[in-house]
């Protein structure tokens, strides 16, 4: 087994599910202990640094000469459940596949950015090369967070899964509440109950006109279009009684360009054109949660560089592409770092069966050190 494979094989066997995804789960602590302690015997500076109460991320910096571009290496430490998977973090190879939770979203890129680092140590780099494993990542990305309060570099990578190929954008996301009110009343009492569900019903098709017309319109030649759904919906307390409150939570996604106040005026319009035409309507929105939506440059500095590596080391042009899930890129790229995505392969991110590939996995550290050798020269 290679190095980069065994490395892979320790960190997919420590289980660090995210312990706000799943409530009991085992956290950050212990996968943070182990990446910083092989990070310090590869004779790198390390520090742990808490991004919350027992939440951690570590940082190792192999240091430059002086005089050289900086960049930045980022991957999650964290993973989501595993329900459903019967060996989670007892992992297995079959073939150039690596199997267990974690394995491809994203021990596989954590992987290959500790060896790069590692191997950035043993080159005459003028440019720092700052490594940050982060936690948190799968649900409010408290990790990346507290990172770009602290730390700053001329371009950064982040290594979650692209199969080889170059990401350069990514869709973000609005998660929105929206409360309809009525008046509660007997169900025998119609000319006193107003139904709080009913008068959801209307704002239902207004989203659903509004999703309509996102998808039909202006397209983002990598990401397509923004979109709209209702995801979860409650209200009303038994048969009997007209509900006085109904609560909708809808997500938007976002492309590179539309922002939090456009979304928020495009249901705010929704609501008072409802208004204006039913004087029994009342509806209130908040605005939850936001990640913005990335995009670099193809000409980028950053970009071009890992390009030029991978089409020499892999033998042909990556195909250059967006994502439609979000990432941490957006927040590292919002912090002044242009950053660019690539990762290795493999398949099952959040599923029963997840493996990564084995043989990309290897490339991709040997690409992410060419990269440094260059851009960091």
């Known amino acids: 087994m290679s190095e980069i494979s065994e490395l892979l094989r320790q960190l997919v066997a420590i289980d660090s599910v995210n312990p706000d995804l799943v409530p009991g789960g085992a956290g950050e602590g ?33 240091r430059g000469s002086g005089g050289g571009r900086s960049l930045l290496l980022n991957a999650h430490m964290d993973t989501v459940g595993v329900a459903g998977m019967q060996r989670p973090h007892e992992p297995y190879i079959e073939g150039n596949r690596l199997y267990g939770r974690g394995a491809y979203d994203m021990k596989a890129g954590l992987a290959t950015i500790m060896m790069a680092t590692a191997a950035a140590r043993r080159h005459s780099l003028r440019g720092d090369v700052i490594l940050t494993a982060v936690c948190d990542e799968e649900f409010a990305s408290i ?15 982040l290594t979650e899964p692209t199969q080889l190929d170059v990401c350069i954008a990514h869709k973000g996301f609005c998660w929105l509440d929206i409360e309809t009110t009525g008046v509660a009343a007997h169900g025998s009492l119609p000319e006193v109950g107003v139904d709080a569900i009913v008068k959801m019903g209307k704002v239902l098709v207004g989203l659903e006109a509004l999703d309509r017309s996102l998808r039909s319109g202006p397209r983002h030649p990598l990401l397509g279009s923004g979109s709209l759904h209702a995801s979860l919906i409650s209200g009303g307390q038994e048969l009997s ?21 456009l979304v928020e005026r495009q249901i705010d319009a929704i609501l008072d054109r409802i208004a204006a035409s039913d004087p029994q309507f009342q509806a209130s929105m908040k605005t939850m949660l936001v990640q913005q939506p990335f995009e670099i440059a193809e000409d980028a500095p950053i970009v071009q560089t890992l390009l030029r590596q991978a089409t020499r ?23 002044g770092m242009p950053t660019v995505i690539f990762g290795p392969g493999g398949d099952g991110a959040h599923a029963a069966v997840e493996w990564s590939d084995l043989d990309q996995l290897q490339r991709c550290a040997d690409v992410l050190i060419a990269t ?5 020269a």
């Open 241 to 261: 009684s007209y509900p006085d409150r109904c609560l909708l939570s809808v997500e938007r996604r976002t492309v590179p360009g539309e922002t939090r106040e």
């Open 143 to 157: 990790g990346t967070a507290s990172i770009v309060k602290s730390w700053h570099a001329d371009a950064a990578i």
């Open 313 to 335: 080391l892999l033998g042909a042009r990556p195909a250059i592409g967006g994502a439609f899930g979000w990432m941490d890129s957006a927040l590292l790229a919002a912090a």
């Open 30 to 62: 212990e996968i943070a202990r182990f990446v910083a302690g092989w990070l310090e015997r590869a004779g790198l500076t390390v520090t742990i640094e808490e991004a919350a109460p027992g939440r951690p991320n570590v940082v190792a910096v192999a």
């Open 372 to 376: 440094i050798e260059e851009f960091c």
